[in-house]
């Protein structure tokens, strides 16, 4: 009848030194297929853009009173807004699709649609902010050039769109502050026509009316006008929406697979599971001979 030895410490540690050649053997194998394994992967290259967004370009000198507040006003929005909007227009589909057919990766990706090309390609481009601020936008391509070149097409359909975006909101913003001053200004001219007639007629509750209605368009004019010159200023900066720290360039080093990596880990897990077996492998024949020894009788 096959009897359950009590497992020690001391014993585990006797047992896979007996068995060590055994490890070693699994471990050479393993390490082998692995490195076979690794081999037969295909090579991808990374090629990355960094860009320091216009928030953290000297943006508080464009800040003329009123601070964040009226950038808000004016519907400009900092940080993270600017940063998630590089992000809607690299992930938008107008641009995917435009990089997918420039660079025709419905062949490249051997697939049957642009739109397939576009959401494959989609996967391939890695999105991060630095701790510092920076955006930073990466392609994966299994050719080293076409990674650069697809980064370099991406750079500026951001520029063109976030540029473009953003005159046009400035732009909107500006005009819309110039109409409010152009009303403010001709109700302030009837106000005055009518003071001077009403001078003349001595009418002095009128008067006193239209002098209390100068005072409140005077104020609202005081406080949109330093509006307006933000408003001028920030059409201007839309220019410049960014500042490129690193363009993209070829990589010369592949970026994965990694296959020291792979060897390593399929290597360990090899050692472990051998261990294991050769530890538990008694334990397991004595359980299934004491089994067998029951039914039999």
């Not at 050039?145 to 980064?151: E, F, G, K, S």
Request: contains cysteine; hydrophobic residues 45%.
């Amino acid at each position: 009848m096959g009897e359950i030895t009590q497992v020690t410490t001391t014993s585990i540690i006797l047992t896979l030194w007996r068995e060590r050649k055994k490890i070693i053997a699994n471990f050479i194998i393993a390490s082998i297929l692995a490195a076979g394994f690794s081999l037969m992967l295909p090579e991808w290259y990374r090629s990355s853009v960094t860009l320091l967004p216009a928030s953290a370009i000297g943006g508080d000198l464009f800040v003329l009173g009123g601070g964040g507040g009226a950038l808000n006003f004016l519907g400009f929005s900092q940080g993270n807004d600017e940063l998630n909007k590089y992000i809607s227009i690299l992930n938008s589909r107008q641009v995917l699709e435009s990089v997918a057919r420039e660079f025709d990766l419905k062949t490249v990706y051997d697939l049957k649609s642009v739109v397939g090309a576009a959401h494959k390609l989609s996967k391939n481009i890695d999105i991060n902010i630095s701790e510092e601020g920076a955006f930073i936008f990466s392609v994966l391509d299994r050719d080293s050039v076409r990674a650069r070149d697809i980064a370099l097409t991406l750079l500026q359909q951001l520029g063109d769109i976030s540029s473009g975006a953003s005159s046009q909101a400035g732009h909107r913003n500006r005009h819309f502050i110039q109409a409010r001053i152009d009303s403010v200004e001709a109700e302030l001219l009837i106000i005055e026509q009518k003071l001077y007639e009403l001078n003349a007629k001595y009418s002095a509750l009128e008067y006193s009316r239209l002098e209390r209605r100068a005072a409140i368009l005077g104020a609202i004019l005081q406080a949109i006008y330093p509006q307006y010159e933000q408003a001028s200023l920030q059409e201007s900066r839309d220019e410049a929406l960014y500042h490129v720290l690193d363009y993209p360039h070829i990589p010369r080093a592949k970026y994965k697979p990694k296959r020291s990596l792979i060897v390593l880990s399929v290597a360990f897990f090899s050692v472990l599971v051998t261990c294991l077996w050769i530890i538990i492998k008694p334990q397991w024949l004595a359980m299934v001979a004491r089994e067998a020894d029951y039914q039999a009788g």
